[in-house]
T-cell receptor, first 110, second 112 residues
Framework: DVKVTQSSRYLVKRTGEKVFLECVQD?????MFWYRQDPGLGLRLIYF???????EKGDIPEGYSVSREKKERFSLILESASTNQTSMYLC?????????FGPGTRLTVL | GQSLEQPSEVTAVEGAIVQINCTYQ??????LSWYQQHDGGAPTFLSY????GLEETGRFSSFLSRSDSYGYLLLQELQMKDSASYFC?????????????FGKGTKLSVKP
């Protein structure tokens, strides 16, 4: 079974802090994604990566950056957290036409 | 712009059949997927349609009409555990990235 894990289920940070969200997948997938999910807005793509050290902006990259130093790990970075980044963050990897999601990190920025 | 439209909420009773529709307008189209997400859980893959027609997997079926830019998810013999949000998603490129554009989701409530 494909397993996608995320470093934290719940996270509380203060405005201006640098925040790291980690995602690890164990199936050697090349493509990985970061989404945020907000009520009524569905899943919106922040960044994706199709190979180590490769990254592409999604629909809402502003305020975020990513890092992919190893194939299995894809990190989302909030350089200076703001209250409007309070959200559920979901990581996914893909095999064929199927995306496999991690359990999500609910981030609250105070 | 690119958009997917699906109803925000649907309510049905146990044992019934429910259909969740999805219409899309995207720059490219390679297939329509459906995902299920229970409250507090991660989305999980249900189905993928690349060609017109009906695909059946147990109690769930998914339909696609490319000419109408329309698809639906059909859930039969509804059970309480089917209460969840259902997202349609379009793969809009034929590359290897597997990028998806998601709809805003339909919250299905199954009543006893």
């Amino acid at each position: 079974d494909v397993k996608v894990t995320q470093s934290s289920r719940y996270l509380v940070k203060r405005t201006g802090e640098k925040v790291f969200l980690e995602c690890v997948q164990d199936m050697d997938h090349e493509n990985m994604f970061w989404y945020r999910q907000d009520p009524g807005l569905g899943l919106r793509l922040i960044y994706f990566s199709y190979d180590v050290k490769m990254k592409e902006k999604g629909d809402i990259p502003e305020g975020y950056s990513v890092s992919r130093e190893k194939k299995e790990r894809f990190s989302l970075i909030l350089e200076s957290a703001s209250t409007n980044q309070t959200s559920m963050y979901l990581c996914a990897s893909v095999r064929g036409n199927e995306q496999f999601f991690g359990p999500g990190t609910r981030l609250t920025v105070l | 712009g690119q958009s997917l439209e699906q109803p925000s909420e649907v309510t049905a009773v146990e044992g019934a059949i429910v259909q969740i529709n999805c219409t899309y307008q995207t720059s490219g189209f390679y297939g329509l997927s459906w995902y299920q997400q229970h409250d507090g859980g991660a989305p999980t893959f249900l189905s993928y349609n690349a060609l017109d027609g009906l695909e059946e997997t147990g109690r769930f079926s998914s339909f696609l009409s490319r000419s109408d830019s329309y698809g639906y998810l059909l859930l039969q013999e509804l059970q309480m555990k089917d209460s969840a949000s259902y997202f349609c998603a379009v793969r809009d490129d034929g590359g290897s990235q597997g990028n998806l554009i998601f709809g805003k989701g339909t919250k299905l409530s199954v009543k006893p």
